[in-house]
């Protein structure tokens, strides 16, 4: 008897012991799948994405810097810097991004994780619904809520990169001496943190992490939830294919990218014009935190002024698509 007992226990032990391994080498694979993805996404919009901050925080430059409108604006860039300007920043873009990515991703199994003994204990209330309805609703949430979460942590984590990519998109000259980062990531850490110290490279942040919980939940948990309402109705239609091609998949991501995109534009308009003032003497300082931003931005430019660059943007996410998409190719090819 002592002898079976003793046999239980080291196979449980060892049954954890696997478990515990697999959610490693899962993780690691959504790690890897995430940063490939987005390293690549961002890499192939990185254009339209220095035309729409040029466009967005066109306020913090020169009257007449760059031109106003997209194409104009594009015009102005090739003109007076050259064909890889419109890749300037795009290495912490890449950084972030694919770190973003990366963390995103894995983060979101991992909380899905987390908060699956809340969502199987809600299932023990009553409800008028069937338990086929309630487990779709709770798949549901689970998708927005771990969504927002690890969007949240992400983006507390790469901020600074973040904010790094945005002053050197918005830094115009052709010339290392017209530039006031000549040196890239180097000068704008450098200079940030001699004047404002840490602090500053987190101008912005409050508002930040409010946007980017409800664009991840809208983002990452709207495409996992489009995905597994596609297959349900496959399911109960009884239809041959059971999975999804990649145009489909492609399709649901456009989707998602466009809406999430534009419900979160206010918010990420805000949050750049904020990032804008590190540096700056607290008495040139146009806004003194987000809520007074957005209130200036509204007594002055109206609702137009929220949305500055909007063009580019929805542009723009097609390489949001092209991440999500790109996340599970990659991750297929890893498996």
């Known amino acids: 008897m002592v002898e079976m007992a003793s046999s239980e226990v080291s196979s449980l032990q060892t049954s954890k012991t696997q478990r515990r391994r697999e959610l490693v080498r899962a993780s690691i694979r959504d790690a890897l799948a995430g940063a490939a993805a ?11 994405e220095r035309v729409k901050l040029l466009l967005q925080l066109q306020g913090s430059l020169e009257a007449g810097a760059v031109g106003t409108g ?4 594009t015009k102005s860039v090739y003109r007076e810097e050259g064909i890889i300007a419109f890749w300037r920043g795009n290495t912490p873009n890449v950084i972030r991004q694919g770190g973003a990515a990366a963390l995103n991703f894995m983060l979101m199994d991992w909380y899905k994780l987390a908060i699956a003994p809340v969502m199987t204990w809600s299932l023990t209330f009553p409800s ?36 790094m990519r945005t002053r050197l998109a918005m830094d115009v000259g052709a010339t290392r001496g017209e530039r006031l980062y000549p040196r890239g990531m180097r000068d704008v850490f450098c200079s940030t943190l001699k004047a404002d110290g840490i602090r500053g490279l ?80 607290v008495q040139k300082r146009l806004y003194r935190n987000s809520l007074h931003c957005f209130k200036r931005v509204y007594v002055d430019e109206g609702v137009k002024g929220f949305f500055l660059g909007l063009g580019p943007n929805l542009l723009r996410s097609f390489g949001g698509a092209l991440l999500l998409v790109g996340y599970d190719t990659f991750k297929g090819m890893i498996m």
């Open 38 to 48: 987005g390293a690549f996404a961002k890499s192939a919009v990185a254009p339209i």
């Open 128 to 163: 008028n619904r069937t338990e086929e309805a309630r487990k779709r609703r709770r798949a549901l949430i689970s998708s927005f809520l771990s969504g927002g979460l690890a969007g949240g942590t992400t983006t507390t984590v790469l901020y600074p990169v973040e904010f």
């Open 70 to 73: 997209a194409w104009n604006v």
């Open 202 to 281: 987190y101008q912005g942040f409050g508002i930040a992490v409010a946007g980017v919980i409800i664009y991840r939940a809208l983002h990452l948990g709207g495409y996992d939830a489009m995905k597994s309402e596609i297959l349900h109705y496959r399911q109960h239609s009884r239809l041959e294919n059971s999975s999804l091609s990649i145009t489909e998949r492609f399709a649901a991501a456009q989707a998602v990218s466009i809406v999430a995109g534009t419900m979160c534009y206010p918010i990420d308009s805000v949050r750049r014009r904020l990032m804008m003032q590190a540096g700056l003497p």
